[in-house]
């Protein structure tokens, strides 16, 4: 499985997960490194307790950026993101509906498509 672990101040592409071997407690530095934030930008919750925390690994494409548009399976599109779903849902909303109503693959298909890596070409 290809995923990616975003540590505290940098970013490494392309890092593979094994998903059982990732620990179910969020790290101790990392855990620091937040309440710290937190309590910066809004000092009353110093002192506060924390009730709960969760941990997860995301998935992401080689390039960063998200899948979104027609698959082979005619009717049946993606919209797979990292982290910027929210941000986008508008966008891929507008090239999901011209590609399903329109039969348009839009000016973004080449920068969208799962087609653009190699395993994937095919898909078209």
Do not use: C
């Not at 710290?36 to 009730?51: F, G, K, Q, S």
């Not at 941000?87 to 507008?94: E, F, I, R, V, Y």
């Amino acid at each position: 499985m290809l995923m990616t672990h975003h540590p505290v101040g940098g970013y490494d592409v392309a890092t593979e997960y094994d998903p059982t071997d990732i620990s179910e407690t969020v790290p101790d530095d990392i855990r620091k490194h937040g309440l710290e934030t937190l309590e910066r930008l809004l000092p009353a919750t110093e002192n506060a307790e924390i009730v709960d925390e969760w941990v997860g690994i995301r998935s992401s494409t080689p390039d960063q950026n998200p899948v979104v548009g027609w698959t082979s399976l005619k009717g049946f599109s993606i919209a797979a993101f990292s982290t910027s779903g929210i941000q986008l849902s508008p966008a891929t909303g507008k090239v999901i509906a011209a590609q399903l109503v329109d039969n348009d693959p839009t000016s973004y298909y080449d920068g969208l498509s799962i087609t653009r890596f190699k395993e994937y070409d095919d898909w078209r």
